[in-house]
């Protein structure tokens, strides 16, 4: 089960500096002009939880193994890119095939990089970008609106469906808000699947200067409004800080950051922000070779739980033995678990919850 983020922004926003952090390469080539980025660079990141270190510890583990999230890197878009400006098609064409939108947003001025706009403005930027992808969308149901209203007068009931849910996000896209403000309610799974780009979730990534990454800027503040306004999520990041960060032993990075101000690591902060932007949950399995985290989406049950480790969990699920990461924890383990009655047997319509910590009965 694999998910992915795609970071995108207009050209010289720190998109790259900020991916070759994420994944501690130089896989994405950082440089100071438009379009240095062509292909879209992916690198999967482990997903940063505390809770593994402790269960690794209770239950004697000489491995431990997080959960991952997939990011691309994806070239920068410029105004026009819907009518194929800067080899704009191409690079739409790498957003529809990601599961969130993370917008990184300049937030810092720097006479020495060059702004394809001619000044810092990051609320003009994500105009901008949201623009372009509404009118790409618009353009690509327009396209399909047309063969679809010839199947749908033959009585196709899958085309008479399909028109029905796209109609408002027609109309919403023409008045100039996102497709996700009019998604109708309960066909969430149905609007999904036109792989429209403003349907999915985004999170704004202010990048500030570097004395501005513990405290956020005029600028960052000015994309905190309007991330409020529409329900979007907000991380701020200094890209610079993040890429000596990442060159840094493990073992320094906490005395650095906190030199700076700062708690923790923005990206960090950004892996776990994408996580909870894809409404993904993490259970865990816990034994003396390994604790290893693995990713589910809410509401999943646990034979589909079951099937992220092998098909044939699901196919052979009997049960599951079940116990809250607290308790793991406050009752040393499974066998102390067990004797507090925390330990419960679940079956086939238990929805797994974040944190659980199960061992799967099945019989292939």
């Known amino acids: 089960m694999g998910f992915n983020c795609g970071i995108v922004g207009l050209p010289n926003v720190g998109k790259s500096t900020l991916f070759n952090a994420l994944t501690e390469t130089a896989a ?82 720097d006479d020495d990089i060059t702004h394809v706009e001619g000044g810092v403005d990051p609320v003009r930027d994500a105009e901008i970008i949201e623009t372009e992808l509404m009118l790409a969308d618009l353009e690509s149901l327009e396209k399909r609106q047309i063969s679809l209203q010839k199947r749908a007068r033959g009585n196709d009931r899958e085309a008479q469906a399909l028109l029905e849910i796209m109609d408002p996000l027609m109309t919403a896209l023409r008045e100039g808000k996102p497709a996700r403000t009019a998604v109708p309610k309960g066909m969430e ?66 005395d650095f950051l906190e030199g700076l101000g700062l708690s923790d690591s923005g990206l960090d902060r950004v892996i776990a922000a994408g996580y909870s932007l894809l409404g993904l949950k993490t259970y865990f399995t816990v034994g003396p070779k390994e604790t290893r985290a693995w990713t589910i989406t809410a509401g999943t049950k646990a034979p589909q739980a079951a099937a992220v480790i092998h098909n044939d969990f699901e196919r052979g699920f009997i049960a599951c033995e079940t116990v809250a990461y607290e308790d793991y924890i406050a009752f040393n383990g499974e066998a102390g678990a067990k004797e507090a009655g925390k330990l419960r047997i679940e079956g086939k319509e238990y929805v797994v919850q974040d944190g659980d910590v199960l061992l799967f009965r099945f019989n292939v």
């Open 189 to 254: 799974l149905e609007a999904s699947r036109l792989q429209l780009m403003t349907t999915k979730p985004v999170l704004y990534v202010c990048n500030v200067e570097e004395g501005a990454a513990a405290t956020g800027n005029v600028h960052s503040e000015a994309v905190r409004k309007r991330a409020a306004a529409e329900g979007a999520g907000v991380v701020i990041v200094s890209a610079a800080i993040e890429a000596e960060v990442s060159q840094l032993p493990q073992e320094d990075r906490k």
């Open 28 to 109: 994405a080539q950082a440089a100071n002009y438009p379009f240095c980025t062509i292909e879209p660079n992916t690198g999967r990141v482990g997903v940063p939880d505390p809770r593994l270190e402790k269960l690794a510890h209770v239950g004697k583990s000489q491995k431990i193994l997080p959960t991952s999230l997939e990011f691309v890197d994806i070239a920068g878009l410029v105004r026009g890119a819907s009518r194929g400006e800067g080899l704009g098609n191409q690079f739409l064409g790498n957003i529809r095939e990601v599961d969130a939108i993370i917008h990184v947003l300049r937030c810092f001025e």
